[in-house]
T-cell receptor, first 120, second 114 residues
Framework: GAGVSQSPRYKVAKRGQDVALRCDPISGHVSLFWYQQALGQGPEFLTYFQNEAQLDKSGLPSDRFFAERPEGSVSTLKIQRTQQEDSAVYLC??????????????????FGPGTRLTVL | GDSVTQMEGPVTLSEEAFLTINCTYTATGYPSLFWYVQYPGEGLQLLLKATKADDKGSNKGFEATYRKETTSFHLEKGSVQVSDSAVYFCASPAQGGATNKLIFGTGTLLAVQP
């Protein structure tokens, strides 16, 4: 079956523009994660959804970053008034299981190919 | 707080050489540990995992043993191939809270030469 897909794969934005990045998780996956991967670094957590509920947004770097998953499937990460420091690869991952107060440490996260954002 | 530290690269090896990429973690308790691989132009893929102390994860000739005494999860392969050239990430779930978010190391680029 299809894996996690993301679009666009590449995005070039002028500083100050708004961008929207899309993630299509694996069908039926409850959990959805967004990560930011700067050049030469490991991915860093941005936000987490369980179905349509955004349970953790502690990793969002500023209020210019906004994520939603209104129907518990597709998710969109929006960045307003982009800055050069927003340039990175944005990764989406989905997982079958949900967490319920206690982190379930064994559930594999399946990653999409990422969207490479370049802000000029 | 929780953290994952892995050796910096790049690591350049000749085909059939032995590979070790070091990874250590800092966490309360004994979290699961993962190695992910990122081939050029592709997304992250889970390579192997270990869910408790003393477990050994293995896949595609790669192995890693969860050693609680040294809080380590070093990745090894006895004979690398050119097709193993990729970036390797050690990762662990953050402890506490209500999510399963992963904490990643900085990644180690492996280049295998024929």
């Amino acid at each position: 079956g299809a894996g996690v897909s993301q679009s666009p794969r590449y995005k070039v934005a002028k500083r100050g523009q708004d961008v929207a990045l899309r993630c299509d998780p694996i069908s039926g996956h409850v959990s959805l994660f967004w990560y930011q991967q700067a050049l030469g670094q490991g991915p860093e957590f941005l936000t987490y959804f369980q179905n349509e509920a955004q349970l953790d947004k502690s990793g969002l770097p500023s209020d210019r970053f906004f994520a939603e998953r209104p129907e518990g499937s597709v998710s969109t990460l929006k960045i307003q008034r982009t800055q050069q420091e927003d340039s990175a690869v944005y990764l989406c991952a989905s997982s079958l299981a949900k967490t319920s107060g206690r982190a379930v440490a064994n559930n594999e996260q399946f990653f999409g190919p990422g969207t490479r954002l370049t802000v000029l | 707080g929780d953290s994952v530290t892995q050796m910096e690269g790049p690591v350049t090896l000749s085909e059939e050489a032995f590979l070790t990429i070091n990874c250590t973690y800092t966490a309360t308790g004994y979290p699961s540990l993962f190695w992910y691989v990122q081939y050029p132009g592709e997304g992250l893929q889970l390579l192997l995992k270990a869910t408790k102390a003393d477990d050994k994860g293995s896949n595609k000739g790669f192995e890693a043993t969860y050693r609680k005494e040294t809080t380590s999860f070093h990745l090894e392969k006895g004979s690398v191939q050119v097709s193993d050239s990729a970036v390797y990430f050690c990762a662990s779930p953050a402890q506490g809270g209500a999510t399963n978010k992963l904490i990643f190391g900085t990644g180690t680029l492996l280049a295998v030469q024929p």
